[in-house]
């Protein structure tokens, strides 16, 4: 039983960590967000609601300067005050914003955002009782083992949940009369709009898979729908 006590221990830190994280987000987005009153996107969320046979999307305006989309938990979509203005700004269209609106649908749909709220708690979890285990038997590098191997698995689940967000996003796009255009362009104006620099990390120590291989996962995808 007491070989167990770092794995039962990690699994209960787990829990309530998942707990606080959901009232945090909840509570922080509750704070700093409202809903957007935009007519030119409403008139595109309007067609992605009509291709979901619903009443329509509302999207909140979430408070904070970096450049990002969010689904919530509880199913609502964010677009940051950052992301807002750089559509205002004229760097971004309302095509390429409704790409953003459809992918963190998608995220909702696949039960993504529920999801990552868990995996962050389990990998809280898993952080722990690794660092546990092995600062046992390896007292000084054994917990940075621990953090390197929980980061790549984290990173590996996040890029599987990116791609089937863009591959719902596109038929979304596609079933709305929208197409994949504004999607492809939007990936290829990400690094300058967030200011990131994904090139220079590899691959599969990112979250978010490479913005050429999403394009080329796109391409893929209308090569496949053309033929069928």
């Not at 004229?90 to 993504?112: F, N, P, Q, T, Y």
């Amino acid at each position: 039983m007491l070989r167990l006590m770092p794995i039962l221990l990690a699994v209960a830190y787990g829990l309530v960590m998942y707990r606080i994280s959901v009232w945090r987000t909840h509570r922080e987005l509750d704070q700093r967000s409202t809903e957007l009153a935009d007519p030119r996107l409403k008139a595109l969320t309007d067609r992605l609601a009509a291709a979901l046979s619903i009443a329509r999307i509302p999207v909140h305006i979430y408070e904070v300067d970096p450049v990002n989309g969010l689904a919530a938990p509880d199913g609502r979509i964010f677009i940051t005050r950052g992301f807002y203005r750089k559509y205002q700004n004229g760097e971004v269209s309302a095509e390429e914003m409704a790409s953003v609106i459809a992918h963190e649908l998608g995220h909702v749909a696949l039960g993504h955002a529920k999801k990552r709220m868990i995996d962050f708690s389990g990998q809280n979890a898993l952080r722990t009782a690794l660092m546990m285990i092995l600062g046992r038997y390896i007292p000084i590098v054994g917990p940075w083992i621990a953090g390197v191997l929980t980061n790549l698995i984290a990173a590996r689940l996040s890029r599987g949940d990116e791609y089937e967000a863009d591959e719902y996003a596109a038929a979304l796009l596609t079933k709305a009369g929208i197409g994949l255009a504004p999607q492809k362009s939007l990936f290829l104006k990400l690094e300058d709009l967030t200011q990131a620099r994904a090139g220079m990390a590899p691959a599969w120590l990112m979250s978010h898979p490479k913005t050429e291989e999403r394009i080329e996962a796109l391409e893929r995808l209308e090569d496949k729908w053309a033929k069928g």
